[in-house]
Antibody, heavy 123, light 107 residues
C-alpha cells in the first residue's frame, strides 16, 4: 500500500520557522518527483514547490509567494520529504499536502496524496 | 505570469451533464489534469494528460481541449459528484499551477 504521512504542523508566530515532514512507503521514493501543495482555509489548492529525483539533479523549484522563504529537501535513505518554512506570514496558514506521481503514464498527474498537516501562523 | 481561470461554481440537476472549463494560455501547449476534492479530504486525480482517465475513475468523467481552454465533463451527474474541482497544468520544467477551483452543486 502506498502511504504518504505528513507531520510537523502546528502554531507558529509570524516571522517564525517550522519544518514539515512527509514519510512515505509502498513505492520507489528515489524515483519520485515530490511536491508540496497547500490549501488555505476555505481557499483553493496552491502548488508550493517540488524536488526532482537525484538522478535528475535533485533540484527544487518554488511558487513565487514562497520562493526564498521555503526550502524542500529529501532523504532518500529514509524515503522522507521535508519542507523547511521560514519567515512565516499570516497568509502561509494552510493545510500542507505532500503529493507525487506513482504511475509514469500519468505524467505530471498527482495520483497519491497524504492527508495533510495544518500550519497556523498567528501571534 | 501563468494563470488558470475556472468558474467559481456550477449547478446541475441529477442525471444532467456538468461542464467545467479551465482557461489559460499555457493550456495551448501543456497537458491539463483534473482533480476532485470533497470536504476534509485530499484531492483525487480524475483526468491526466488532458483526456485520459486513471483506472478506477468512472467513465462519466471525461476531459477535452480546444485552444487555450480545457473542459471537464461529468455526464449523468450523481449526488456524490458534489465537490470542488481543480484543473492543473505544468510549466517551466515541471512546476505546477492549479486553477482557482469550481464548486459543483447537485440540485
Amino acid at each position: 500500500e502506498v502511504l504518504l504521512v505528513e507531520s510537523g504542523g502546528g502554531l507558529v508566530k509570524p516571522g517564525g520557522s517550522i519544518r514539515l515532514s512527509c514519510a512515505t512507503s509502498g513505492f520507489s521514493f528515489t524515483e519520485a518527483w515530490m511536491n508540496w501543495v497547500r490549501q488555505s482555509p476555505g481557499k483553493g489548492l496552491e502548488w508550493v514547490g517540488h524536488i526532482v529525483r537525484k538522478v535528475d539533479g535533485g533540484t527544487s523549484d518554488y511558487a513565487p509567494p514562497v520562493k526564498g522563504r521555503f526550502s524542500i529537501s529529501r532523504d532518500d535513505s529514509k524515503s522522507t520529504l521535508y519542507l523547511q518554512m521560514s519567515n512565516l506570514k499570516i497568509e502561509d496558514t494552510a493545510v500542507y499536502f505532500c503529493t507525487t506521481t506513482i504511475r509514469r503514464e500519468y505524467y505530471f498527474g498527482l495520483d497519491v496524496w497524504g492527508q495533510g498537516t495544518t500550519v497556523t501562523v498567528s501571534s | 505570469s501563468y494563470e488558470l481561470t475556472q468558474p467559481p461554481s456550477v449547478s446541475v440537476s441529477p442525471g444532467q451533464t456538468a461542464r467545467i472549463t479551465c482557461s489559460g494560455d499555457v493550456l495551448s501547449y501543456q497537458f491539463a489534469y483534473w482533480y476532485q476534492q470533497k470536504p476534509g479530504q485530499a484531492p483525487v486525480l480524475l483526468i491526466y494528460k488532458t483526456t485520459e482517465r486513471p483506472s478506477g475513475i468512472p467513465a462519466r468523467f471525461s476531459g477535452s481541449s480546444s485552444g487555450t481552454t480545457v473542459t471537464l465533463t461529468i455526464s449523468g451527474v450523481q449526488a456524490e459528484d458534489e465537490a470542488d474541482y481543480y484543473c492543473q497544468t505544468t510549466h517551466s520544467g515541471g512546476s505546477s499551477l492549479f486553477g482557482s477551483g469550481t464548486e459543483v452543486t447537485v440540485l
